[in-house]
């Protein structure tokens, strides 16, 4: 069975609970689903095939694809929203497509620990969610900001690259502003938004070190920043944004993040023990007054054992969540051990697993 248009394919993909579509010339269109690539159809796609749904994709900017080799966008299909990135590969055209929840998901349905309910509350400083790609990062960064949509009058300001959620104005005045489409870079467009008189930041992405700096001073001044980076723990996280600087500058930096960071968020999709979908794992760092002198002095590495003593501020390690998830038959202990910073502590944690309360999955 061939797709006729990009929009049947994502149909398909939507009936079917997938997460990712990806078309390569030579071989049949294929979908994630429960974290596994799987075949649409028997069919492989012929190069003109994968060049009429390049076309399909990127509407009005095929003509950049071809002088800039990859184009990031986002569209809608059939009434669904899509993240697609489209490159060449071997002088084909390939797209990987990302479906989209067709609405922005209540922090309460999304797994996550009680204590992220309170950062929508919080009025300056920033919270980071960090995590692999696929790991959910987009749905939890939308959700913070909507929280905030329906019960603040605020003035909300995005950059995203590209947009996925787009948000409904109830109580907040809210502008979301793409990459490449509405402004030139992160770094432009971020230094243009503290003269937009914002309340509220989010920034998809902290790539680079004028991104980084220009949202510590954002946090400095009394806004409120969500942001995303692509690390695998909130240790990580730290380092990763003082080391972006040259060294004679990573003591100030070092300062500005104890000054402003209030919590980390590491997540992970971790597939069902019933095989039927994943659901979200996450290290929560509340960034206590222990937190800001170990990050302040450089001591990064001592950041793991304050998270692991901060379940009274809300806090929790990756481990112990993992660990709990199971415990409530949410996961199998196998896949408790292989998504663990420390597989050794949570197989010994999870040799009974006794039910529980269930946790919402992914799909």
Known sequence: MRFSSVADLVAKAAEDGASDIHLVCGIPPKYRLRG????????????????????????????????????????????????????????????????????????????????????????????????????????????LPERINQTRDQ??????????????????????????????????????????????????????LDTIETALTAAETGHLVFATLHTGSAADSVDRIVNVFPEGKQRQIRLQLSMTLRAVLSQQLVRTADVKGRVLACETLIVTSAVKNLIREGKTPQIANALSTSAKEGGITMDNFLINLCRARRITPQSACDAARDPDYVRKSVGTAAPGAAYPAYH
């Open 155 to 208: 003035h909300i300001i995005t950059l995203e690259d590209p947009i996925e959620y787009v948000y409904t104005p109830a109580r907040c005045v809210i502008n979301q502003r793409e990459i490449g489409r509405d402004t030139r870079s992160y770094s432009d467009g971020l230094r243009a938004i503290l003269r937009e008189d914002p309340d509220v930041i989010l920034i998809g992405e902290m790539r680079d």
């Open 36 to 143: 596994d690539l799987a075949c649409m159809c028997d069919e492989a796609l012929t190069h003109e095939e994968c060049e009429a749904y390049a076309k399909e994709l990127a509407g009005e900017l095929y003509p950049r694809l071809g002088s800039i080799g990859e184009l990031d966008l986002a569209r809608e299909f059939g009434g669904r929203r899509v993240r697609v990135n489209l490159f060449f590969q071997q002088e084909h055209l390939s797209a990987a497509i990302r479906l989209l929840s067709s609405s922005i998901p209540q922090l309460e349905n999304l797994g996550l620990p009680p204590v992220v309910s309170e950062f929508p509350s919080l009025h300056s400083g920033i919270v980071l969610v960090t995590g692999e790609t696929g790991s959910g990062k987009s749905t939890t960064l939308a959700a």
